[in-house]
């Protein structure tokens, strides 16, 4: 007899973010004027769709899962 146990990563592909999606006005974005350039949301985003432009953080859209992580942890509420 045989188990087959894993497999719970493979749904994971499947969510392609495409260019036109219609949620993106929901997804988060920094605020570049209140950005403190911290890097905290960097580390705490598990996608790790935030990286720094001209000291300031920028969200890829595309990679981004709306999870809203950033939006909490950031000190200064620059994210919305
Ligand atoms: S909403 Fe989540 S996935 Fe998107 S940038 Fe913020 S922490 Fe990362
Ligand atoms: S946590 Fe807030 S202040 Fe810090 S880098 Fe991110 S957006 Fe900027």
């Known amino acids: ?3 087959s146990g ?3 990563v493979v749904a994971d592909k499947a ?3 495409t260019k036109s ?3 993106k006005e929901d997804f988060p974005v920094v605020d570049a004027e209140v950005c ?3 890097g905290t949301c960097i580390k705490a985003c598990p996608m790790k769709a935030i990286s720094f432009k001209d ?3 920028w969200i890829n859209a ?3 899962r709306n999870c809203r992580k950033c939006v909490s942890v950031c000190p200064v509420d620059a994210i919305h």
């Open 1 to 3: 007899m045989r188990q």
């Open 6 to 8: 894993g497999g719970a």
């Open 15 to 17: 969510v392609t973010v």
């Open 21 to 23: 999606h219609p949620a």
């Open 36 to 38: 403190i350039g911290c």
């Open 55 to 57: 000291s300031v953080a």
């Open 62 to 64: 595309e990679m981004c």
